[in-house]
């Protein structure tokens, strides 16, 4: 099962708030706070963390559970609904590959972001991973501070430090091979050395790994991921 980090790249997707939320259910009284519906729990595949993306204070939780993806559709969409939260129309909700489905709310009042990804398993189970993202917290961002530089062509830049670990991922109109380039030079005068693994990069005191594929809308979708390794 992918890695909770790894679905902070699915997750960034959805860490403004839906379009229109902001006016939409508002209440005179502040209802409870949001809960998880219950699931029947088999595995915590990793433990709860707080990561930061774009200044954005995210908990994340992975989970593989017994009930079907069909099914888990329907009780968390109810679940957002019947707790007052805002849930943007299916046309807007975003649209995954690999049969994976995902289902973002969103609260007004409390500006908090929550989001489930489904993945179905082939033994009729489901990974999920559940995401809260606390938008009243947010701190400012810079790029000052990000640790490989960044092709002029970048859109939709995602920063997201968690304990050990940053991540930069972008949205580019470069090449696979423009991508590879730009940062086989940008990394190597950065003291980078290439590994033998393909996309690994390694130099004392962390290692960095560089992946890039073909995303739906003509652009590469490109991601780096920093992990600090003790000396």
Request: proline letters at 7%.
């Amino acid at each position: 099962m992918r890695s909770v980090r790894g679905a902070l790249a699915l997750l960034a997707l959805v860490l403004a708030p839906p379009a229109g939320a902001t006016d939409a259910g508002v209440k005179e009284a502040i209802p409870p706070r949001f809960e998880w519906p219950r699931l029947q729990v088999l595995e915590h595949v990793e433990a709860s963390e707080i990561v930061e993306a774009e200044g954005v204070p995210v908990a994340l939780r992975a989970v593989r559970v017994k009930e079907n993806a069909r099914v888990l559709v329907q009780r968390f969409a109810d679940a957002f609904r019947d707790q007052g939260l805002y849930v943007a129309p299916g046309r807007k909700q975003a649209q995954l590959a690999n049969n994976a489905a995902m289902l973002t709310a969103f609260d007004p009042l409390r500006a908090i972001t929550y989001t489930v990804i489904l993945q179905p398993q082939p033994d009729g189970t489901t990974s999920l991973y559940l995401g809260e993202a606390n938008h009243a917290l947010a701190k400012k961002v810079s790029a000052a501070g990000d640790f490989a530089p960044l092709p002029s062509q970048a859109r939709d830049v995602l920063r997201v430090n968690s304990e050990g670990s940053r991540t930069l991922s972008f949205q580019t109109s470069l090449t696979g091979e423009q991508v590879q380039a730009f940062y086989d030079d940008a990394l190597a005068k950065a003291g980078w050395k290439p590994a033998d693994e393909p996309g690994l990069y390694t130099r004392p005191g962390g290692e960095l790994r560089l992946t890039h594929e073909p995303g739906k809308t003509g652009q590469r979708a490109v991601v780096l991921l920093y992990v600090a390794r003790a000396r």
